[in-house]
């Protein structure tokens, strides 16, 4: 099992947005996020929000057995909730490019 941990940058101005989404992920929509994070090979999934001085930014927490896995499939799913967490979260909140190439994995310091 992997581990993985990420800071993810809220676009300025979208952190209502994304507190609105994560509300409907986790309450109307619950099963359909368990089910997508089950496909994708998520364990495990925990965010935070974490406002600094340059900006706020999502800190995301994983386990899964392939972590690379898990960022191809939320990428390139065209299950329906996975277009919509694409295009509302990952693009809208986070300026995120689904077509892009990924951007490097995090280089593990202390713990890993």
């Known amino acids: ?5 990420f800071a993810n940058p809220i676009q300025p101005g979208k952190v209502p947005a994304w507190k609105s989404y994560v509300a409907e992920m986790t309450g109307p929509r619950s099963a359909e996020l368990k089910e997508s994070r089950r496909k994708a090979g998520l364990e495990t999934e925990k965010a935070w929000l ?12 994983w386990e899964a057995d392939n972590i690379a896995k898990v960022f191809e499939f939320l990428m390139t799913s065209q299950d ?8 509302q979260v990952l693009v809208e909140v986070h300026g995120m490019n689904p077509s892009a190439p990924p951007p490097p994995m995090n280089e593990p310091i202390l713990g890993a």
Do not use: L
Not at 1 to 5: D, K, Q, V
Not at 50 to 61: H, K, L, N, R
């Open 1 to 5: 099992m992997e581990s993985y941990a």
């Open 50 to 61: 974490q406002s600094t001085p340059m900006g706020d930014f999502a800190i995301v927490y």
């Open 80 to 87: 329906a909730f996975d277009v919509w967490f694409r295009d």
